[in-house]
């Protein structure tokens, strides 16, 4: 078996069997085969696809080509999300504790930003103290005794996805829906949660840019799940503009804890309640209507809020900074972006909005920038909302006075003004 006869094999369109998958994979992971082939068969599966029995042991390989977490020690109650990424996306801040506090185990590897959309593990790094490298063993403890623990991405998790990633990123392969699946679900798997969520994004501030590339995706990674026995379920959700009013990291953790004390935006606390029902009715056995029961009491007995104070303080970090604003990271920059003329905020373009949050150093250009906690982005107006002239849309954030001029220039070609008012757009457009 050769890496090039595989090549010519999907060249036209054939499918590969799972000796050859194997071998590929393994060529990836240990370094035996060289970036130009595997560039050459990535372009090969882009034009040429994969079917549903290809991605699904593709994903298999990768996940084993490096560490898994065994997590069975908590039965069926292990739950997972994952999103595809979006501007103010801090759903998981909000939808862990809610399903920890509904009786699920949420033990969790998250990543950290790359361009425009924001990482979760940089959010919570933004709360002072926060610890996001941890033992095993203190990982599982804090799970065990918390029900939420959540920490960055171990480097040993599916190695084979990060070898791939990187070149997929430099060689124009990255839209390739078995591509996508394999490597999300190659890391979701190795993590060890039974049961997982996936909130799959469209629009301006996401990868796929339509509902129908968005719903073929989803579709995708569900027909990995059943073939590969785990449960997967998955929620279509709109990223034309922004999630909720917080843009950034700090500003967002302050949001999301404002959001489980009942003080939330209202499509943002719905998006996170509809998640939470999905991920725990499985877990722990409900209906679909039981669990979005229990994850309303959770939110509304203030328990999810309790329950992210006791995962704060388990991690190490300042539990106060949830109900005291100062003491997360404060910005020494502030502009306020004001309405030119009356009327309507028509549309916020969330790509535009994500790179303005970026210009402001909220996210990161390269891997190894260091981003600052306290920048970013607070929406005073949303979509549909009516504006006066002089009335504030948005305050710009930063710890530096050079990135505003940026920040603003970015920030202003996402905004649309219209004398008359747009159309409302459901948050959640399917749930699949």
Not at 402 to 421: N, R, W, Y
Request: with cysteine; hydrophobic share 45%.
């Amino acid at each position: 078996m050769d890496i090039l006869s595989l090549i010519e094999k999907k060249k036209k369109g054939l499918a590969l069997t799972e000796a050859e998958i194997a071998f590929f994979v393994k060529g990836v992971t240990d370094l035996s085969l060289p970036d130009y082939q595997i560039a050459a068969f990535l372009m090969a599966v882009v034009w040429r696809g994969m079917d549903p029995e290809e991605t699904t042991l593709l994903t298999r390989e990768m996940m084993l080509s490096g560490e898994t977490l065994d997590l069975s020690v908590f039965g069926s109650r292990t739950v997972d999300k994952h999103s595809t990424g979006g501007v103010g996306d801090k759903t998981t801040l909000v939808v862990a504790p809610l399903a920890a506090a509904c009786g699920a185990v949420v033990a969790k590897m998250s990543g950290r930003g790359l361009g425009f959309t924001g990482g979760t593990v940089d959010k919570l790094e933004s709360i002072p103290g926060y610890r996001a490298t941890l033992s095993p063993e203190a990982f599982t403890a804090i799970a065990r005794d918390v029900g939420v623990c959540v920490i960055g991405q171990s480097r040993k998790l599916s190695p084979a996805d990060k070898r791939l990633y990187a070149l997929r990123d430099v060689t124009g392969t990255i839209d390739s829906i078995p591509l996508i699946a394999s490597s999300i679900l190659s890391k979701k798997f190795a993590s060890g949660a039974a049961n997982i969520e996936l909130d799959v994004k469209f629009g301006s501030g996401a990868f796929m840019k339509t509902q129908e590339d968005a719903r073929a995706l989803a579709l995708a990674m569900i027909d990995v799940g059943k073939r590969m026995g785990r449960t997967v379920h998955a929620v279509l959700s709109d990223m034309n503009a922004p999630l909720g009013c917080a843009v950034g990291n700090a500003v967002e953790v302050w949001e999301a804890a404002q959001t489980l004390r009942g003080e939330g935006p209202r499509d943002f606390t719905d998006l996170c309640v509809t998640l939470t029902a999905a991920l725990v009715a499985p877990a722990l056995g409900l209906s679909r209507e039981e669990a979005q029961g229990k994850a309303e009491e959770a939110l509304t007995s203030g328990a999810g809020f309790e329950k992210m104070r006791q995962w704060v303080r388990a991690q190490g970090g300042d539990e106060g900074a949830l109900t005291d604003f100062c003491r997360l990271p404060q910005a020494k920059e502030k502009k306020e972006i004001t309405a030119p003329s009356d009327g309507f905020l028509y549309a916020l373009d969330a790509e535009k909005v994500g790179l303005a949050s970026m210009a402001l150093g909220a996210g990161r250009r390269e891997k190894d920038d260091v981003i600052d906690p306290a920048a970013g982005i607070l929406l005073a107006k949303r979509p549909g909302d009516p504006v006066k002239r002089g009335e504030v849309i948005a305050t710009l954030l930063s710890s530096c006075r050079e990135k505003l001029a940026g920040g603003e220039e970015t920030f202003l070609s996402a905004v649309k003004l219209s004398a008359e008012k747009p159309e409302k757009r459901p948050l959640i457009a399917q749930i699949l």
